[in-house]
């Protein structure tokens, strides 16, 4: 089986959907065009799925050697809420919405990993399961995937993001934790607005969000382990309506990220009393609004070994990579099931998320061949 010359052959198709998929970006859980599309694909190919709900699929292909162990391949599919500002001729056709993550590509890659393994459902025993998972952007597809018995049976699930700014085709990943838990709270801090010339008469917000924003920063420094990362960011500050009044109310948003699911369940908690008790030191109140939307993905030893030996077999860029603070819901799967999430070069010069973001077509290739080579090398054990 020449894996990578297949993924080749079938790399025209693969570019041609996801460009069709670039051009109809579609928000998290509203990826309904998408799903369509994917099932349409899938029709073609005669192989059986299942639609998620409200979106989503999960397609099989089963080897007809016999029975065997069941492996996950898993790719995202909802774009980002970004005007695209690039030139490219099939740019995004809707206003205000963008694939600036590469989701569209992963949805592709992943069709055409079901594309090369189905003209090999022949020549191997066991069960490849394709789950296009919605959602990832507001970290609840996972979760609802799972809830729809995605990894029922599920022995091992490999996951691929593409990164752009990466040499196009390098293949990495490593061991342990390897993308942060995120989190994201609201702190609404009340105090008593009054008029700028005599201050004492209120109770100032701002001066509190100021010393809350600050004190915040002493979870870092003096609440954990200091070889534990742990980042706090308040991204948002919005308090006052004039420049000679004090402010009633102050509004901080921000995130947290952490790499220890021990660290991860102690950090609501630690927030919500700095911001409270630094609230009535300065005669205000505060509420706390906490979401936990991912948390931290460990990459099985095991499974990150197996996917680079997979790797090496079609390509000769690969190569072990560092932890970084980004969030990802392919977290959720491995809590359950051995896992591993690999990221594949692109090429591009601005970052994910950027309304200039762009990748090499070129990789599509190396991305379809890790899908397939990595699923069945892991039914093949």
Do not use: W
């Amino acid at each position: 089986m020449d894996i990578r010359k297949m993924a080749e052959e079938v790399q025209d198709k693969v570019v041609a959907f996801r460009r069709d998929l670039h051009q109809n970006p579609e928000a998290s859980l509203n990826e309904f065009r998408t799903t369509k599309k994917i099932a349409e694909a899938l029709d073609e190919l005669g192989v059986s799925y299942r639609l998620m709900e409200p979106t989503g699929v999960i397609a099989e292909i089963k080897g007809t050697l016999g029975e065997g162990k069941t492996v996950a391949l898993r790719g995202d599919i909802d774009a980002l809420s970004i005007q695209e500002k690039t030139d490219l001729p099939f740019k995004s056709c809707v206003p205000g919405m963008m694939h600036a993550c590469g989701h569209d590509t992963h949805a592709s890659m992943l069709l055409g990993s079901v594309m090369v393994i189905n003209q090999l459902k022949d020549q191997f025993k066991g069960t490849v399961r394709f789950i296009f998972q919605p959602a990832e952007e507001v970290g609840k597809g996972a979760a609802l995937a799972i809830e729809q018995g995605c990894l029922e049976g599920v022995d091992g699930i490999f996951g691929v993001h593409i990164g752009a700014m990466k040499k196009c085709g390098l293949i990495t990943s490593s061991a342990g934790p390897h993308h942060a838990a995120t989190d994201r709270f609201v702190a609404t801090i009340k105090g008593k607005a009054c008029h700028g010339a005599g201050p004492h008469m209120g109770v100032d917000a701002t001066v509190c969000g100021a010393a809350t924003v600050m004190n915040l920063q002493t979870m870092v420094s003096r609440e954990f382990p200091p070889m534990e990362p742990l980042v706090v960011t308040v991204g948002s500050f919005h308090s006052g309506s004039r420049f000679n009044i004090v402010s009633g109310e102050a509004v901080l948003e921000g995130t947290i990220r952490s790499f220890s699911r021990e660290v991860h369940e102690q950090i609501p908690v630690v927030l919500k009393r700095i911001i409270e008790e630094t609230a009535k030191t300065y005669r205000c109140e505060a509420e706390v609004e906490y979401e936990a939307i991912t948390d931290v993905l460990i990459n099985d030893a095991a499974m990150v070994e197996k996917g680079l030996a997979s790797a090496r077999k079609i390509t000769d860029f690969v190569e072990y990579d560092q932890k970084g603070m980004g969030g990802e819901d392919f977290a959720e799967y491995t809590k359950y099931v051995p896992g591993a999430f690999f990221s594949l070069g692109a090429g591009g010069t601005f970052p994910g998320h950027s309304d200039h973001y762009f990748v090499e077509e070129e990789a599509f290739k190396t991305g379809v061949a890790f899908y397939a080579q990595a699923a069945l090398d892991f039914l093949a054990e």
